[in-house]
């Protein structure tokens, strides 16, 4: 699976940074080793909202996106 990286707009209070893009490059080193995440641990992650954070449909619907794809959906 490739896995393109994402460009998410930032909005005055939206998800952290940091946390998405390092969930991102966990989600994206486990596909890369053959051992991708199971779609509900991919639904079920939260992220603490912060000022001009990313926006958080854009973020969600790439996790969605996601597990779709992991679980051949």
């Known amino acids: 699976m490739d896995m ?3 460009y998410f707009s930032t ?10 893009d390092r ?3 966990r989600v994206r080193s486990a ?3 053959g051992r991708p995440p199971h779609p509900d641990s ?3 992650l939260e992220f603490q909202m ?7 449909k854009e973020v ?3 996790f969605d996106d996601i597990a779709d794809s992991v679980g051949g959906g």
């Open 4 to 6: 393109e990286t994402p």
């Open 11 to 20: 909005q005055f209070r939206g998800y952290d940074k940091h946390q998405v």
């Open 23 to 25: 969930a991102i490059e």
């Open 31 to 33: 596909i890369d080793i």
């Open 42 to 44: 991919l639904l079920s």
């Open 50 to 56: 912060t000022f001009r954070g990313y926006n958080t």
């Open 60 to 62: 969600d619907q790439y």
